[in-house]
Nanobody, 119 residues
Framework: QVQLVESGGGLVQPGGSLRLSCAAS????????MGWYRQAPGKQRELVAT???????NYADSVKGRFTISRDNFKNAGYLQMNNLKPEDTAAYYC?????????????WGQGTRVTVSS
């Protein structure tokens, strides 16, 4: 079994920064793509950013130039550096990973970490 645990959320003023972390654990053989998604109250979950095992990245237009996704393949970890945060970035942020174990390959989600951008 694989677990993803996010951390780093919190309350920040507009224009501030936060760094989210995603730690993957379990019987992991390989992690392929990793991603961050977010869900604001009353809205659908949306893609924020993804990164392949080779480091290729993709971002939602709303966060381009402000957010940076990265990963550490040795630590089985992913990160989301969020700068110049805006109130509309307020949401629960979820880590997602495509993971292979000895038994199978599957897609996993973390429990989420809440980000609130407010003055």
């Amino acid at each position: 079994q694989v677990q993803l645990v996010e951390s780093g959320g919190g309350l920040v003023q507009p224009g501030g920064s936060l760094r989210l972390s995603c730690a993957a654990s379990g019987s992991i053989v390989s992690i392929y793509a990793m991603g961050w998604y977010r869900q604001a109250p009353g809205k659908q979950r949306e893609l924020v950013a993804t990164i392949t095992s080779g480091g290729n990245t993709n971002y939602a237009d709303s966060v381009k130039g402000r957010f940076t996704i990265s990963r550490d393949n040795f630590k089985n970890a992913g990160y989301l550096q969020m700068n110049n945060l805006k109130p509309e970035d307020t949401a629960a942020y979820y880590c997602n990973a495509d993971v292979s174990t000895r038994a199978s390959r599957a897609n996993y989600w973390g429990q989420g970490t809440r980000v609130t951008v407010s003055s």
